[in-house]
T-cell receptor, first 113, second 115 residues
Framework: GDSVTQMEGPVTLSEEAFLTINCTYT??????LFWYVQYPGEGLQLLLK?????DKGSNKGFEATYRKETTSFHLEKGSVQVSDSAVYFC????????????FGQGTRLTINP | DAGVIQSPRHEVTEMGQEVTLRCKPI?????LFWYRQTMMRGLELLIY????????DSGMPEDRFSAKMPNASFSTLKIQPSEPRDSAVYFC?????????????FGEGSRLTVL
């Protein structure tokens, strides 16, 4: 079945560092891809998305490009802030008729001042 | 507008007891999802509804779990009898279009501890 694999955490960086969180997927069709973020004590919220190959999603300084050839959707940010500390989830949607998201395990990010 | 509302936020119960978690989706949303989050298994989809009808319950762990959506503004997830391995954070989410183009709106979760 469809699956998402994220780089294992936790990830700890200093403020203003460059961030990359790797995400690769396995899917039989042509899924849409998402990054969700979960701040402490809250539910998940959509950070960005891409619906087809070569699309780039972006929001709040974060970017991710849908790479069909490498089945990847890596999350990047050029300069992280303490407020970016959270758990980040990569996800895909199944276009084979089932309206649901498959999530990766999540990557915990901590930014130190 | 209010977001997805879940209750209770925290529940501590003893093994064998019945647990009922509640969810009020965002008004106008026609999809409702129940997810479970644990350290070991991450985020798992348990069941989802479209227009109050269960569409896919293949993620429901076993017969001890049941979910209902009697109307567009309310859903319950029930565990009877509960077991310690059911301890997790249960999230409800809703959306108003297919996930391919839309986004899921999550509640703050219900943290369940079964002793």
């Amino acid at each position: 079945g469809d699956s998402v694999t994220q780089m294992e955490g936790p990830v700890t960086l200093s403020e203003e560092a460059f961030l990359t969180i790797n995400c690769t997927y396995t899917a039989t069709g042509y899924p849409s891809l998402f990054w969700y973020v979960q701040y402490p004590g809250e539910g998940l919220q959509l950070l960005l998305k891409a619906t087809k190959a070569d699309d780039k999603g972006s929001n709040k300084g974060f970017e991710a490009t849908y790479r069909k050839e490498t089945t990847s959707f890596h999350l990047e940010k050029g300069s992280v802030q303490v407020s970016d500390s959270a758990v980040y989830f990569c996800a895909l949607s199944d276009r084979q008729g089932a309206q649901k998201l498959v999530f990766g395990q999540g990557t915990r990010l901590t930014i130190n001042p | 507008d209010a977001g997805v509302i879940q209750s209770p936020r925290h529940e501590v119960t003893e093994m064998g007891q019945e647990v009922t978690l509640r969810c009020k989706p965002i008004s106008g949303h026609d999809y409702l999802f129940w997810y479970r989050q644990t350290m070991m298994r991450g985020l798992e989809l348990l069941i989802y509804f479209n227009n109050n009808v269960p569409i896919d319950d293949s993620g429901m762990p076993e017969d001890r779990f049941s979910a209902k959506m009697p109307n567009a503004s309310f859903s319950t997830l029930k565990i009877q009898p509960s077991e310690p391995r059911d301890s997790a954070v249960y999230f409800c989410a809703s959306s108003h279009r297919t996930v391919n183009t839309g986004e899921l709106f999550f509640g703050e979760g219900s943290r369940l501890t079964v002793l």
